[in-house]
Structure formats: C-alpha cells, structure tokens
C-alpha cells in the first residue's frame, strides 16, 4: 500500500525560527513536491525534485529551501519562519513517467506567531 | 502560466441530491486532468483523465473531459453525507514530472 509520511501534524513555531518540514515515501517514486494550501486558494506548488539532490522551484519558491539527499526523503525548509508562512502544508510523490498521480501525505499545519 | 479555475466554490445540498462541479483549464502541452477528494486530511485520488481517456466511472461518482471546452465535470449523483469533502481539480502539462497547477476547490456539504 501506497505510503507518504510527515514529520509532524501540527507544528507551532516562533518568528525568525528555522523550521525544517520531512516528508517520507516508500514507494520508490522519482518525483515529490511540496504545497502549501490555503483557504480559497487551493494547493500552490513550493518546490519538487525529480531526482536526488535535483531540485525545481514551482510557483511560490519565496521564503523556501528544499533538500533532497536520499530518494525517499524531501524536506522543506523555512529558514526565518514569518506568520505568513502559517498554512498547511503537504508533501505529495509520483513515480516517474508522462502519466500518473500524486500520492500525498497527511499534511503538517504549522502556525507561526 | 498554467491556470485552473473551479465552480462553484462552495455547495450545499441535501442527501440524494445529484452536484455537478466544473472545472476549467489553461495549460501548455495539456497531459492530463485529475480529480481528489479531501476530508480532514490528505487528498485521496478519483480519477485521471486524458486525450485518450475522457470519461471515468466509480460507482456514484463520475467524471468527463471536455478537450474542446478545456474543461471537466465532476458528477456525484445520490449524495451521501459521507460526499462532504473539498473536490480538488488539477491539470499536468508541460514537463513529464508531473507537476501539477490545482484550481481552488469547491467545497461540498452534504446535509442529511
């Protein structure tokens, strides 16, 4: 059965932290993502990586690093956490190929005050 | 830039009812359109649809791709509480990575 974990459900950090977000699949899959989703607004894509240690921004990259040193794992980094970066956010992955869906972890909502 | 818009943004019926929710789209190198399903947390895949696959079935639930339009419909018919959930609507186009551009959801509530 199709797996993808995070780190934490719920995350509440102070402004100016550095946050560190872990996402784990099982699946053996190529691609993972990030989004972060908010009302109204639906998911918006952070980052993704196709490969190890091969990273791309997606549409809202600001304010975000991502590290992906074994093909299991993705992590998110926030590294001076601001309230606007309080949302949920979810980890997804895909096995590679033209078609097929993403597979999404449980989410982490992180609050920052 | 790859676009998604969905309708309505938010519904409310009651059980037994049929929905319809729209989706439409703009997108470079159009790959697929996919349905998800969210409760109180992770999205659950329903249905992928293609250039060659324009019509899916499970059940009550049902969904088709309008190439032309540059749009899907998502039907539910005979509503159950159980149906209450945000509907995600995403397309994938463009590289083979599987990016995919989410519209804003309609959120579905189903009263008994």
């Known amino acids: 059965d199709v797996k993808v974990t995070q780190s934490s459900r719920y995350l509440v950090k102070r402004t100016g932290e550095k946050v560190f977000l872990e996402c784990v699949q099982d699946?053996?899959?190529?691609?993972m993502f990030w989004y972060r989703q908010d009302p109204g607004l639906g998911l918006r894509l952070i980052y993704f990586?196709?490969?190890?240690?091969?990273?791309e921004k997606g549409d809202i990259p600001e304010g975000y690093s991502v590290s992906r040193e074994k093909k299991e794992r993705f992590s998110l980094i926030l590294e001076s956490a601001s309230t606007n970066q309080t949302s949920m956010y979810l980890c997804?992955?895909?096995?590679?190929?033209?078609?097929?869906?993403?597979?999404f972890g449980p989410g982490t909502r992180l609050t920052v005050t | 830039e790859d676009k998604v818009v969905q309708s309505p943004l938010s519904l409310v019926v009651h059980e037994g009812d049929t929905v319809t929710l729209n989706c439409s789209y703009e997108?470079?190198?159009?790959?697929?359109l996919l349905w998800y399903k969210q409760e109180k947390k992770a999205p659950t895949f329903l249905f992928m649809l293609?250039?060659?696959?324009i019509e899916k079935k499970s059940g009550r639930l049902s969904s088709i791709l309008d190439k032309k339009e540059l749009s899907s419909i998502l039907n539910i018919t005979a509503t159950q509480t159980g149906d209450s959930a945000i509907y995600l609507c995403?397309?994938?186009?463009?590289?083979?990575?599987?990016?995919?551009?989410f519209g804003q959801g309609t959120i579905l509530t189903v009263h008994p």
């Open positions: 997804a992955s895909r096995a590679g190929g033209a078609r097929g869906e993403q597979y």
């Open positions: 699946m053996d899959h190529e691609n």
């Open positions: 990586s196709y490969d190890v240690k091969m990273k």
């Open positions: 997108v470079t190198n159009f790959r697929s």
């Open positions: 293609t250039s060659s696959g």
């Open positions: 995403a397309v994938s186009g463009g590289t083979s990575y599987g990016k995919l551009t």
